[in-house]
């Protein structure tokens, strides 16, 4: 799919219909949008430290763990997963 620059994954994937859990309403504050960054990680938003933290309570969480809510689409082209956690 395609998606503008400056907004976060969470929004593109609601904005194109795909089904991304995300029980705060996208504020950082659960980690139900948690995604696997598999490709393109150069292309999104450096994470903050909220997010950094937020992840650390993640089920699954690796290094290249990052929330939908939180990852900003800056440019090129990213391959993601969903993570699905057991808690849902």
Do not use: F
Request: aromatic content about 4%.
């Amino acid at each position: 799919m395609e998606a503008q620059s400056g907004d976060t994954l969470l929004d593109a994937a609601l904005e194109h219909g795909v089904e991304m859990p995300h029980e705060c309403g996208g504020n950082c504050a659960c980690t139900t949008c948690h995604i696997h960054v598999l490709e393109g990680a150069e292309y999104l938003s450096k994470p903050e430290e909220v997010e950094i933290d937020r992840l650390l309570s993640a089920e699954n969480h690796q290094s290249y763990s990052r929330l939908g809510c939180q990852a900003i689409l800056l440019s090129g082209e990213i391959t993601v997963r969903l993570v699905e956690e057991a808690s849902w």
